[in-house]
């Protein structure tokens, strides 16, 4: 089924497709099946396409001579308003104009401006002049003006002289012609479909390992650094690609046959033997879903090897049966036992080795860390925001045995990629905030996919725990973890797709006058998709981006790169230093080493807060943009060694500051001073913002509302050993409470408060 209506007839252009959305690659020349067609929309879809279009403002040209004025005489300012409400008034012009393409809501827009036009003009054009003083004196009908209202409304809304060669653009119903190399080749398409941990990524990995040549596509950099690692030992060599880092198995930079990438760095250009797409059920990601279309449909492969939930068989199959190949589905089990624990865990204090608490939110990561702290447990902690290497460094303190950390406290960053010996996966909360298809935020209850995703990766195979289990931290999301976990997920039914910057570009040429937002917006609109099997993916962080730098004079495909930059716009750090990148591009003007240290206050210090520790987290993304770019346009952004050492060093700086996230914790509430170094101007609202967001989070925190001994463990003024003591004390004798030694210790740190 077709969102709209058409009839077509095929006609064939050239089109280059350049991929959109986080990593830009560079142009692919593809041939595309553009069809013409009519399109029938309701008319709530026309009434809305119509406000995307902004009108352009027509003044009238100053004329020496009113030459009209001087033929037929001048005009009368209030008999010249009764002709055209007349004018306007007629059932007969509103049909013309419908027919024209004008809708209600145009129609209007484009006669206010038609009056004002014609009542402040000095001089009408003549030819205008002449004609409404016929109708003035009844030598002519007020109909007769049609042809003057219909020019001025072109004119202010350019897109009534092209509607079809802008729905043409966006014709996105054939999305296999997009990629004719691939279409040349005879791939053989192989899914391996299995839940977590069953041995799907493995297999596929095997073949990719004796193939003569081999590209792996993962959703994440420690994913593809994983496999780039494993491949180099097997002694196959191997490349790595992400959007801010290339490294080369060999040492003269020579590319091999091997390469694992970020699914949205894909080449399409390049033919490989093999080809793995690892976890394709993000093929329905709402944002960035159309990657994983795009390798899908476009990588140039004798075999495709499909990694992921048995929930995207069906589409896959349907995919390539528009393709015409073949597909062999091999199905997989789990490797390992999962089972379901009989209760929750209630209380920190049941923690056990080897168990993984998920939070879904920072701050409940560093509350759940430090009650574990406070009860004398070491932890290591995992979300998304940290580095690479302080990810790497936390998860290897955790997986070593004899390391005494045995406890993880993560987000559900460790849905995929880590691997980690997690024997109980321990879910703190079920409520998780989601975007929507429209790119708006909500909370909700976590899908049955993400449970299984997040549960199953409790008794990895090949860890020390043959078994894993799961389980929730509050007694009463215990049943809704149960149900979610019985279900299978919920079936793919469509795959995600983008506008490329050259079908961007093209409409760019149709509507000269259109912010570039404005151009996606009304791409989205006008576009044809075929919803039987893809959707159109959402382009809110495009848009965002594109409007924070509209004011900055860029050429379009420039602005269209940045627009793609990979960018957490929640961190308005981050935002600041894109916008100053964007400043300095558009003035020519290298974006050097030494102007990069002074924008973001380098060298930094070791966190001795929370609020410094997001900060540097916020700089570390500025330098992973600084490297994104220096890929893209090289020869401002050309000092990316130097600011790849620099992001070395912050990820050690980072990596001291999570090791000791409970001191950080501590100092954050007792006022110790944010030993962030000073940076300038603007960004010091950023810092501030942060500060209050952390500070309103804590305010919400369970912990300073919680039991006696919590609040004191967390103020410090109890340690977890005098607990213990006190615990022993306590049950070993209650009279002797009052004489105790913590009792006594604990009354004196605690005078100075009752005196306040
Ligand atoms: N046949 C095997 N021999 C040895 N190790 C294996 C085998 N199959 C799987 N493994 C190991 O088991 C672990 C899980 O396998 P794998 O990563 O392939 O699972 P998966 O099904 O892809 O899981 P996920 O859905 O979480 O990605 C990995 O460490 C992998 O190396
Ligand atoms: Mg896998």
Sequence with gaps: MLKTSTKFRSLWVSHKSINFGRSFLGPEKNLISVQCF??????????????????????????????????????????????????????????????????NYIQHQAYISFRRFCLDAPALPVDLHVVVSDIMQGAGHPSDIFPYFLRHAKQMFPHLECMDDLKKISDLRTPPNWYPQARAVNRKIVVHAGPTNSGKTYHALERFMTAKSGVYCGPLKLLATEV??????????????????????NPSKQPSSHVACTVEMT???????????????????????????????????????????????????????????????????RLTELKIENSALGSIENIQPGDCIVCFSKNDIYSVSRSIEAIGKEVAVIYGGLPPGTKLAQAAKFNDPDNSCKVLVATDAIGMGLNLSIRR??????????????????????????????????????????????????????????????????????????????QIELYAYHLPNATLSNLMDIFVNLCTVDDSLYFMCNIEDFKFLADMIQHVPLPLRARYVFCCAPINKKMPFVCTMFLKFARQYSKNEAITFNWLCRNIGWPLQTPRTIIDLVHLEAVFDVLDLYLWFSYRFMDLFAEGQLVRDMQKELDAIIQQGVVQLTRLLRNSETGISSGAAAAPDEDEFAINQNKQNYLREQKASPIGRGRLTERLLAQGLLTPNMLQELKKEWTANTDDYENSNVTKTLRRKRKPFIKK
């Design 38 to 103: 009519q399109q029938t929309r309701s008319k709530k879809d026309d009434a809305t396409l119509s406000t995307l279009f902004k009108p352009v403002l027509i003044k009238p040209t100053p004329d020496d001579i009113n030459v009209g004025a001087e033929l037929t005489g001048t005009l009368n300012k209030a008999d010249l308003l009764k002709v055209l409400n007349k004018f306007y008034q007629l059932k007969e012009i509103k049909q013309l104009l419908n027919d024209n393409g004008l809708d």
């Design 228 to 249: 780039f690692n494993k491949s180099n030992e097997h002694g196959t060599p191997c490349d790595l690609v992400t959007g801010e880092e290339r490294s080369y198995a």
């Design 425 to 502: 996966v321990i879910f703190y909360s079920l409520i998780k905030p989601v975007v929507n298809e429209k790119g708006e935020k909500e909370m909700d209850t976590i899908s049955v996919s993400q449970a299984l995703q997040i549960g199953g990766r409790a008794g990895r195979y090949g860890t020390q725990w043959e078994q894993g289990f799961v389980t929730t931290f509050k007694p009463e999301d215990l049943n809704t973890l149960r149900s979610l976990l019985s279900q299978s997920p919920d079936p793919i039914t469509q795959a995600g797709l983008h506008p490329t910057a050259d």
């Design 267 to 333: 080449s399409l250009t390049m033919p490989y033997e093999v080809a793995v797409i690892d976890e394709i059920q993000m093929i329905r990601d709402p944002s960035r879903g159309w990657a994983w279309t795009r390798a899908l449909l476009g990588l140039i492969a004798d075999e495709i090897h499909v990694c992921g939930e048995p929930g995207a068989i069906d589409l896959l199959q349907q995919l390539c049966l528009t393709t015409g190949e073949d597909v062999e589905i091999r199905k997989y089990k």
